[in-house]
């Protein structure tokens, strides 16, 4: 039935769009990619379900089909009811589960490994940075790079051969692991740390000339360079193809870089910095990707000159959360770049559109997992908090709407989760891009809404910097902008992917 009501929506539109455009249906072309996000991750959830034979499995799955299919079809008010009281009763059984977690349901002995040293390393490590980074707006410490760099979470998608821990093809599942941990422990001080590395390696591995690749991807691997990614400025940012601020033009055997560029976290930091710039005519292909050298810096406000001239200032950017990296407005004025720069070498001369697009789909992947980590983070707090805090003689978790609440956050990171699984099993295939969308915008708007109903059963203890559902909540609603902005995602990639398919 579900199937049936997609196929003759997208079939509708699809018709309304090839005689009016797109942007004169953006309301039902937004509606087609949601509604296609949630039944793609119901389906994920039932073969989650199905696979396993796990009981809660199953009723996580069924509660997933139910959301499908009031979003397609709408719900009367006793089917809404006995969602909500099906989702309490996921919450008190899984409270009382004592057999593997949800998160462990389907994963081989391998993965359960990895994923127990992952939360180790959270649990110790990052999350009791969480707060601290946060209220005293501090740069991210080297006992986090530190310890990553030794669980080789900066090398997890790089080959083998370039010091990674790639056998073959990329583990985009194993990446998944690793980033929804360290999420789970603080999106800030843990679950971006290794996103812009794993943009910077795909865009090296499809593309990098063989120099390139020795040169750089080691030290990245290793945690020995971080990495920051320029690529929007202040006037365009979702619309990549309208960068026109930042340029590179030859210079003898090398580059020079001028112009501005917004948005760039962790620049201080990096030693590395992919750019996104202009070398050609206008439109998306006149844009190509390189690398910028720079020695790490203290943040927040930072400026470095180069003995030729150069110089690269960077103003941190005041924002609500997600302050350990910092987040940057760069000048770069006649910074210098070695001729190797250009990822790809002349091959790849006007052609970064493509490859910077097809690394977003790795960061959009892995910010999938980061909003799954905040879920369960917003959850576990919320869960503990409730148990203990008692209103009107009882504790708030012994109450069915607090249940229910509850039961929502979890499952859907389950679901999440499942997409998310299900995104990279397909990440090199061709529609690789748009189920990597397809994950972010489901997890992140989910992972907004988990956070915020978590934060409401602290009540006003919620609302304080002190607790840490403060800072859950200003995490995740990051998660719906960065990395492709979700209106972007619907409009832009999902929708015309589906719209061009009936073609």
Known sequence: MAA?????????????????????????????????????AAEA???????????????IARAAEREAEATLSGASLEDQVALDSDLAEIFRESSARRDSPLEEVGASPEERELRATYRDFSDHVVRPWALRIHRGQLDLPDQIIDGAAELGLFGLTTPLEYGGSAQGEPDYRRMLIATEELARGSLNAGGSLITRPEILVRALVTAGTENQKRRWLPD???????????????????????????????????????GRKRWAGFSA?????????????????????????????????FEW????????????????????????????EDFALEGDALIGGEEWLNRGFYLQMESFAVGRLQTSARAVGVMRSAFE????????????????????????????????????????????????????????????????RLAEEAARDCM?????????????????????????????????????VIARALLDEGD
């Open 4 to 40: 049936s009501h997609l196929a003759t929506l997208r079939a509708e539109l699809a018709r309304r769009v090839a005689r009016d455009g797109l942007d004169a249906h953006q309301v039902a072309a937004n509606r087609l990619a949601w509604t296609y996000a949630q039944t793609s």
């Open 45 to 59: 959830a039932v073969e989650w379900a199905t696979a396993t034979g796990d009981r809660l499995a199953r009723r």
């Open 220 to 258: 990245v691997a290793s945690g020995r360079k971080m990495v920051a990614v320029a690529v929007s400025e202040p006037g365009a940012g979702s619309d990549v193809a309208a960068l026109a601020e930042c340029r590179a033009e030859r210079r003898g055997e090398g580059w020079v870089l001028n």
């Open 269 to 301: 930091r990096a030693e590395l910095i992919a750019i996104l710039a202009r070398t050609g005519p206008a439109g998306h292909r006149g844009l190509s990707l390189l690398v910028a050298e720079k020695p790490r810096l203290p943040g927040p406000d």
């Open 305 to 332: 000159r180069q003995p030729g001239g150069g110089r690269l200032t960077g103003r941190a950017i005041p924002i609500l959360g997600y302050r350990g990296m910092h987040t940057y407005d760069l000048l770069f």
């Open 381 to 444: 707090d919320a869960s503990t908090y409730t148990a203990d805090r008692v209103v009107f003689g009882q504790p708030v978790g012994s109450y069915q709407l607090p249940q229910s609440m509850l039961g929502r956050a979890i499952a859907h990171a389950c679901i999440a989760r499942q997409l998310g699984y299900e995104a990279a099993r397909g990440m090199d295939s061709r529609e690789g891009q748009m189920r990597a969308s397809l994950a972010k915008l489901y997890a992140c």
């Open 456 to 492: 409401q059963l602290w009540g006003g203890n919620g609302y304080s910097e002190e607790s840490p559902a403060s800072l859950h909540f200003l995490d995740a609603r990051v998660l719906t902008i960065f990395e492709g902005a979700e209106e972007v995602l619907a409009l832009k």
